[in-house]
């Protein structure tokens, strides 16, 4: 490791232990708890509501934060009591917003772009992201171990709704259902008349 490299490490670990990360997000509601080792980049495109908990480990990002046009509106959205597992990633170049009462196990990922890679002449990393679509995951849901959530076309995640371990979320789930498996496809739904959760037959 060069001098550069391990001045950098210690910066960073230094920065983490020293600066509380709330006072990295630009609006923090009461009873917020962020692991110290939690990364933010672009926390003032970032709206976090009382009692939400980030686990250690994750990464709040929002790409082309430092040339990007300041506004009041929250790229970024985490409401109020949800809890965000360790290892999870959330990214938005436009809209994520994560509701009240979410919970999330470890290892998620939610974004709505994609990395461009139309010029074959460019490593991907060189091209950019795409403008972005949206993810909105209502009230209640738990997204479990390993999911990913891929919002660049848009999709809303209903209130109430279960995501399976590792499934991969590309579009709309309704509320209070059950998806899991790759791509995600629904698993069960709540039946209010019985007060049951009900198999859904494959078709």
């Given at each position: 490791m060069?001098?550069?490299?391990?001045?950098?490490?210690?910066?960073?670990?230094?920065?983490?232990?020293?600066?509380?990360?709330?006072?990295?997000?630009?609006?923090?509601?009461?009873?917020?708890?962020?692991?110290?080792?939690?990364?933010?980049?672009?926390?003032?495109?970032?709206?976090?509501?009382?009692?939400?908990?980030?686990?250690?480990?994750?990464?709040?990002?929002?790409?082309?934060?430092?040339?990007?046009?300041?506004?009041?509106?929250?790229?970024?959205?985490?409401?109020?009591?949800?809890?965000?597992?360790?290892?999870?990633?959330?990214?938005?170049?436009?809209?994520?917003?994560?509701?009240?009462?979410?919970?999330?196990?470890?290892?998620?990922?939610?974004?709505?772009?994609?990395?461009?890679?139309?010029?074959?002449?460019?490593?991907?990393?060189?091209?950019?992201?795409?403008t972005?679509?949206?993810?909105?995951?209502?009230?209640?849901?738990?997204?479990?171990?390993?999911?990913?959530?891929?919002?660049?076309?848009?999709?809303?995640?209903g209130?109430?709704?279960?995501?399976?371990?590792?499934?991969?979320?590309?579009?709309?789930?309704?509320?209070?259902?059950?998806?899991?498996?790759?791509?995600?496809?629904?698993?069960?739904?709540?039946?209010?008349?019985?007060?049951?959760?009900?198999?859904?037959?494959?078709?």
């Open positions: 060069t001098i550069a490299a391990f001045i950098s490490r210690a910066r960073n670990r230094l920065d983490r232990l020293v600066i509380p990360r709330t006072s990295l997000v630009r609006t923090v509601g009461s009873g917020v708890q962020i692991d110290p080792s939690t990364r933010i980049d672009g926390g003032k495109f970032v709206r976090i509501d009382a009692k939400a908990n980030i686990g250690g480990q994750c990464w709040i990002l929002v790409p082309g934060f430092e040339t990007r046009q300041d506004t009041n509106e929250p790229v970024i959205l985490i409401g109020s009591g949800t809890s965000i597992g360790g290892y999870c990633t959330i990214s938005a170049v436009n809209h994520v917003h994560i509701q009240s009462n979410v919970l999330f196990g470890p290892r998620v990922w939610v974004t709505d772009h994609n990395h461009v890679y139309s010029d074959i002449s460019q490593p991907i990393l060189a091209q950019g992201w795409t972005g679509g949206a993810v909105d995951i209502e009230d209640g849901c738990w997204i479990g171990t390993g999911a990913v959530i891929i919002g660049n076309k848009g999709l809303r995640i209130r109430g709704s279960v995501v399976g371990a590792n499934a991969v979320v590309t579009s709309d789930i309704p509320p209070h259902c059950v998806v899991g498996g790759n791509p995600a496809r629904l698993l069960k739904r709540y039946d209010p008349d019985t007060a049951t959760w009900q198999h859904v037959n494959e078709q």
